[in-house]
Structure formats: structure tokens, C-alpha cells
């Protein structure tokens, strides 16, 4: 993303994650450390997809560490797809590994907005999550979890409102039930196109709420 991108590796359930980690600049407040999940590997998603950048230069902006990372069998992640099941324990260990204290955020989009609502719930109770970002939810075709009520000001879900990979409707029932707001950016699609921008600032003024 920057100059100053440092990529490496750490342990995961079955075998090495890949993980880019972009700082705040030197001098800024440290708010604490971002974990942002990327798309479906199957599908061409990488830490390297446009949004997943986007988001991560919100976070690092916003005084947060941004660690992106590729899921077993991306890039020099190591293992095999596992339809989410071994993605949720790649992102809790490198969780683990880079952020066991302080101050969490949680970030995806698409597949990796659905992975990122099961570690949400899966460490919510013995951890406050201080944000979470949810973008282009993947709730046509994944279960994803049902956020703590208590999460509920701590989210930002954003969908565009002409998304042809996950229909606005999905997302709509699946916030419903939990009276989650959805931020519906007019015209949008799937990837965001021209409104990456937009998108930013969405998650930008999250982050100073």
C-alpha cells in the first residue's frame, strides 16, 4: 500500500498466513489494530483487492495498525479453501498472534465480511471489539453471524444499492431481525467502482464516532 508496507508471515491452523501490515505515520494517536479479511480466494479475492486496500487506508489514517492477510491458499498463505470454517481460525490466529490486548477492530468484504461476523461473535465474549466495518456482506451465500447487540454502534455495514454479486434485499433480511442500520450508498455496485472514495470517508467518519 505504501513505502512502508511490511509483509511477513505468521502461524496459522494449517500452515503460514501471509500478512501486510501498514503503521499509522510517526507521531499520530495509536488507536489500537485493524484485522481486515478480503474476498473469496476462489473467486480472484487477495489482501490485495481495491476495497480491502480502501479500508485498510481508513484504518491507518484513523490511527489504527492495518493488517491485511491472505487466506490458506492465497498467495503465500498456506493450505486449502475451507468454505470459511478454517478461514475463521486463520484470521482468530493471526488475531492471536498480532493483537492478543488492546484495542480490536474487525474488517471485511464480501467472503471476508462474512468471516469477519464469526470472529466477531466468536470473541465477543471475552472481548470488546472497539469497530467493526462490514462492506458488500456476502449474505446471499454464507450464514453470516448475527452481531451482539451491544456490537450494534460499534458497526458500520455498507452495501451499494445495485449490487449484482449480493443483492441489497439479503443484506436487508439479514439486518432486519437485529435492527442493524445498513449504509446503502445509491448506485453502488459489488466492488465499489468510482465511489472508493466515497466508501473511505463511510468508514473514515465510523472511526471518528
Known amino acids: 500500500m505504501n513505502s512502508t508496507t511490511r509483509r511477513y508471515q505468521v502461524p496459522g491452523a494449517a500452515g503460514a498466513v501471509e500478512i501486510l501490515r501498514d503503521e499509522p505515520a510517526a507521531g499520530r494517536p495509536r488507536h489500537g489494530t485493524a484485522v481486515i479479511a478480503h474476498p473469496h480466494p476462489l473467486f480472484g479475492g487477495t489482501m490485495d483487492n481495491k476495497v480491502v486496500q480502501t479500508l485498510a487506508r481508513a484504518f491507518v489514517q484513523a490511527g489504527w495498525t492495518a493488517l491485511r492477510f491472505n487466506f490458506r491458499g492465497v498467495g503465500a498463505s498456506q493450505g486449502q479453501h475451507d468454505e470459511g470454517r478454517g478461514e475463521l481460525d486463520d484470521m482468530l490466529a493471526l488475531i492471536a498472534a498480532e493483537a492478543p490486548e488492546g484495542a480490536l477492530a474487525l474488517a471485511g468484504f464480501s467472503f471476508g465480511s462474512f468471516v469477519a461476523s464469526r470472529a466477531a461473535q466468536a470473541l465477543w465474549p471475552t472481548r470488546v471489539i472497539e469497530k467493526i466495518v462490514l ?20 458497526t458500520l455495514v455498507v452495501h451499494g444499492e445495485q449490487d449484482d454479486t449480493v443483492p441489497l434485499a439479503s443484506v436487508m433480511d439479514w439486518a432486519r431481525p437485529q435492527l442493524l442500520p445498513v449504509t446503502v450508498v445509491p448506485g453502488g455496485g459489488h466492488f465499489f467502482h468510482g465511489q472508493l472514495p466515497l466508501l473511505k470517508s463511510l468508514v473514515a467518519r465510523h472511526l471518528r464516532s
Open 135 to 154: 462492506v458488500g456482506t456476502a449474505a446471499s451465500r454464507f450464514d453470516v453471524a448475527t452481531l451482539p447487540q451491544e456490537a450494534h454502534e460499534r
